[in-house]
């Protein structure tokens, strides 16, 4: 990375990307999450964000695509998307308030 420090944003992004590299391939395949890491991944890092999920297991379904029982970086990249919409949705309510 860059000798500069990053920037708030770029420093963010690292760190969805270092925290599926430190889940994915804990058990199974390295660069994919399996259920299990998954379900880790989830109650250790986006406890908030998906409390109102349900179950993981229907979330990963509906998030591995390619139907492999593993989440790959793009599928896990959707998970991210998809939060990110909500924050952004709860962000606009909030300004429509002030």
């Known amino acids: 990375m860059a000798a500069e420090p990053l ?3 770029e420093m963010a992004i690292e760190t969805v990307v270092t925290t599926f590299f430190t889940f994915a ?3 199974g395949r390295r660069g994919s999450l399996n259920i299990s890491e998954f379900k880790e991944l989830a109650t250790q890092q986006l406890p908030h964000l ?3 999920v349900g179950s993981l297991d229907e979330k ?3 998030l591995d695509v390619n139907q492999d029982s593993e989440l790959k970086f ?3 990249w959707r ?3 998809e939060l990110a919409k909500e924050v ?3 962000k606009a309510l909030e300004i429509q308030r002030n």
Do not use: F, V
Request: proline share 0%; hydrophobic share 25%.
């Open 50 to 52: 998906l409390k109102e």
């Open 74 to 76: 793009n599928e896990y």
């Open 25 to 27: 391939g804990q058990e």
């Open 60 to 62: 990963m379904k509906s």
């Open 88 to 90: 952004r949705k709860e």
């Open 7 to 9: 920037t708030e944003l």
């Open 79 to 81: 998970l991210i998307g």
